[in-house]
């Protein structure tokens, strides 16, 4: 263990040197959206995940939904335009902290939060400006992205990359297609319209899952999995509704477990 981590100690400036480049400092200036609301300006951060068609990722606050005026300064003091090609609705958190097995934090009551999402918390010290960072491993490759922090404390909230990928795959397939056209990108979502709540093996025993079932799902599961997945709400009279219903505990989907 202590030759690993020394290796891996003497790698990060090497493995930094190359990742930095793609960093970038988004500064962007929104206008008055209401007549509740005032114009402004702010800094974040974005970093590159396609260089040959110029892709900058971030998060979805630092875009905003409305009009936007952005530039992009590298670390080489170079600006550039930007414009957003694509919004996520995944916007601020309201998910489930990986492995914690606890609610992450409402941002905004009455705005809009996320649901569905597991986020993965640490102790990073991440400050204003730093939302839409990458989190890379030790070989430089973005694992996560850097979505919110507590200004009270040490913690920032940070979402996985999958969902991410994925938007990323078929935005590059649009882009060959139709080009660098924003109205052109389509990201097909799922229609079950379901929020789940992640409970542990025993919240889930409590509620009658049986011993067998949880035997089964343990099998098929990676080690260390915590618990399942219980419904929380159904929209009425949406693709689920008379099909499933508060504290269901989702087993298989589409026939697998």
């Known amino acids: 263990m202590e030759i690993e981590s020394s290796v891996t100690a003497e790698g990060w400036p090497h493995t930094l040197s190359r990742v930095v480049p793609a960093v970038t400092v988004l500064r962007t200036t929104v206008p008055r959206a209401f007549d509740t609301e005032v114009a402004g300006s702010s800094s974040a951060t974005g970093f590159v995940v396609d260089k040959s068609l110029g892709i900058i990722l971030t998060n979805r606050h630092v875009v ?9 300064m ?23 902290l990986a492995r914690l097995d606890r609610e992450a934090p409402v941002y905004t009551r009455d705005g809009y939060n996320d649901f569905n999402t597991f986020y993965i918390q640490a102790a990073s010290g991440t400050k204003a400006g730093s939302s ?8 430089g490759r973005a694992v996560a992205l850097n979505t919110g922090g507590k200004s009270s404390g040490a913690s920032a909230f940070f979402l996985p990359l999958e969902r991410v990928v994925r938007a990323l795959n078929l935005i590059r397939h649009h882009w060959v297609a139709f080009g660098s056209k924003p109205e052109s990108v389509y990201i097909p979502r799922g229609t079950l319209q379901v929020t789940f ?10 509620g009658g899952f049986t011993d067998e079932t949880e035997q089964m799902v343990r099998l098929v599961s990676p080690a260390g999995e915590t618990g399942m997945l219980v419904v929380h709400s159904v929209v009425p009279d949406g693709p689920a509704d008379k099909h499933l219903q508060p504290g269901d505990v989702l087993v298989r989907m589409n026939g697998e477990v």
């Open 197 to 206: 709540e992640h409970q542990g093996f025993e919240e889930t025993r409590r």
């Open 74 to 96: 590298f670390v080489n003091r170079e600006e550039i335009p930007v414009y957003p090609l694509y919004r996520d609705p995944v916007s601020i958190l309201a998910g489930t």
């Open 64 to 72: 905003n939904p409305g009009p936007v005026v952005a530039e992009a």
């Open 132 to 139: 839409g960072s990458p989190v890379i491993d030790c070989q």
